[in-house]
Structure formats: structure tokens, C-alpha cells
């Protein structure tokens, strides 16, 4: 197991698909893929608050239908939680406030916490 964490305020239980399972799972899940800090892939920087999958993967990661995944992605782009862009072969998914969700400083907390317990 990975040993970083996100953070998750409380007020998430105001948030309009607080009580839409799918939706909110989607939602956590991608704020638990994204990269917290930008990293090259396959020679392609992957900005902090983007991540690559596929549809596919995220329905066997969540266990929710590929019609379950896209509706979600649906209502979380519409209300521009979340980006995404498709190529050939993947998806690049970004959470648009990704730095109001998860900040800087709590990055930097975590990195010394994985640097002193490695």
C-alpha cells in the first residue's frame, strides 16, 4: 500500500453529488489517482491534479459499469470538477481545483513524513 494521504474536508457533505454514490466515488477516487506533484510519462509531463486511465480501468478499479463511469464523468464535467481528454489509447484526467482540494502545504508535510519513514 502507498503511503500518502489526501485531504478531505468536511464540508464535502454540502458538495451537490455528496449524496450520488456514484459520482462521489468517482470524484474521491480521482482525487486519490491524481498526481500530487507533476511527473513525466512515456515523455509526457502529467501536470499535479492530472492523472492517465481508461474508462475500462476506472470500472474495474471501482467496480461500476463503463455507462456508470461516464455518466459520472458527465455531471463531474458539467459542474467543472473534473477535465478530461481522450486519445487513442487513454484518458488524461484532471481535477480542475485540484489545489483547493489538496494544498501545497500538506503536500510538503507529507513528503517530509515518506522521506523520514523511508
Known amino acids: 500500500m502507498c503511503d500518502s ?8 457533505i454540502e458538495w451537490e453529488w455528496y449524496t ?8 474521491i477516487h480521482c ?12 515523455g509526457i509531463i502529467i501536470k499535479r491534479g492530472s492523472f492517465i486511465t481508461s474508462q475500462q480501468n476506472l ?6 459499469t463503463r455507462k456508470q463511469i ?7 464535467i458539467k459542474t467543472k ?5 481522450g486519445h487513442n ?4 484526467v484532471t481535477v ?3 489545489d483547493d482540494y489538496q494544498n501545497k502545504a500538506d503536500d510538503e508535510a507529507q513528503q517530509k513524513h515518506n522521506k523520514g519513514t523511508t
Open 59 to 64: 470500472s474495474e478499479q471501482l467496480g461500476l
Open 70 to 76: 461516464q455518466l459520472s464523468f458527465d455531471k463531474l
Open 81 to 85: 470538477e473534473i477535465e478530461k481528454k
Open 96 to 98: 480542475v481545483k485540484y
Open 20 to 27: 450520488d454514490s456514484n459520482t462521489m466515488r468517482l470524484f
Open 31 to 42: 482525487l486519490l489517482k491524481a498526481n500530487w506533484k507533476s511527473k513525466e510519462w512515456k
Open 89 to 92: 489509447k487513454y484518458t488524461l
Open 5 to 12: 494521504f489526501i485531504t478531505l474536508n468536511r464540508k464535502i
